[in-house]
């Protein structure tokens, strides 16, 4: 971005003052008196140069990337709301259509007369997995290196060494908390199967599917935030750190475009809410 400046702006900048108020209207690296930002850069770091960190940069990207998925995002929110309201309508198909195919056939008539389309929420989950993918190879090239064109980069963060893993084991279990979290609310519509799969008055076959695809469930609901601490441990904490700010922006939007989910039971349970 100096550079930049220094190239482009700059040069035009100071014709245009030198023009007005004569040569006095010049600095030591004249024409492009930003060389003292980076000197400052290249002396004292980021963070003395400029009262900033890695960390906050990280952050602000974080922010910026989840922002500007959030066109991709909502419509399959969107559809995800509509496929629970549709949940009765899709279990009398169970009931009426015997054949797979059959059955097939009329749910994505049912998709199409309600203008939904299943595979709407693949799209965004392909795309933040090319995006932590690359951002991964940037961190792996950026944070290692002590310096980038002359630059210091600072990598402190509050207690952190953004380019080494966390020790001290906060930013995994916090990743896996959040990631907890948001897999709850991400339950909407199937958490009354998994507080209670079994009912007495369906028929038997029926009974063991939906035992199974809770028992399932379940099991994902407490394997992907053990996951998320394994690998958390064995990672740059920058990398951990967008990873924290980007679930905590998901549970955010969740709440607001389709609010608790299956998170709602347990704060009930608890007493944090009330009915």
């Not at 971005?1 to 700059?10: A, D, E, L, P, R």
């Not at 009329?106 to 998709?111: E, K, R, T, V």
């Not at 392909?126 to 064109?149: C, D, R």
Request: proline residues 5%; aromatic residues 10%; hydrophobic residues 45%.
């Amino acid at each position: 971005m100096i550079t930049f400046y220094q190239k482009y702006i700059s040069p035009y900048y100071h014709a245009l003052g030198r023009a007005i108020f004569g040569n006095s209207f010049a600095c030591r690296f004249s024409p492009t008196c930003s060389e003292y930002a980076k000197e400052s850069f290249r002396r004292h770091g980021i963070i003395i140069g400029t009262k900033l960190n890695l960390g906050l940069p990280i952050i602000a990207i974080t922010l910026i990337i989840k922002f500007i998925l959030i066109p991709l995002v909502l419509p399959s929110m969107k559809s995800a709301k509509k496929m629970q309201a549709l949940k009765p309508a899709l279990d009398r198909l169970k009931e009426k259509f015997k054949d797979k195919k059959e059955l097939q056939v009329a749910q994505m008539a049912l998709y199409k007369e309600q203008g939904i389309n299943p595979a709407a929420g693949c799209l965004p989950q392909i795309v933040q997995i090319i995006i932590l993918i690359s951002l991964y190879q940037v961190f792996m090239e950026f944070i290692k290196q002590p310096s980038i064109g002359g630059i210091l980069v600072n990598p402190r963060f509050l207690y952190l060494d953004l380019t080494k893993p966390d020790h001290t084991y906060i930013m995994p279990i916090l990743a896996g908390l959040t990631q907890f979290i948001f897999s709850l609310m991400m339950m909407a519509g199937t958490e009354s199967h998994i507080v209670n799969p079994k009912k007495k008055d369906e028929k038997k076959k029926e009974e063991n599917s939906l035992e199974m695809a809770a028992s399932m469930q379940q099991q994902m609901l407490y394997m992907m935030p053990i996951m998320t601490v394994v690998i958390s441990l064995n990672f740059q904490s920058g990398l951990i750190l967008y990873w924290v700010v980007s679930t905590i922006f998901s549970i955010v939007q969740q709440y607001y475009f389709s609010g608790l989910g299956g998170l709602k039971p347990i704060l009930l349970k608890l007493r944090i809410i009330k009915q």
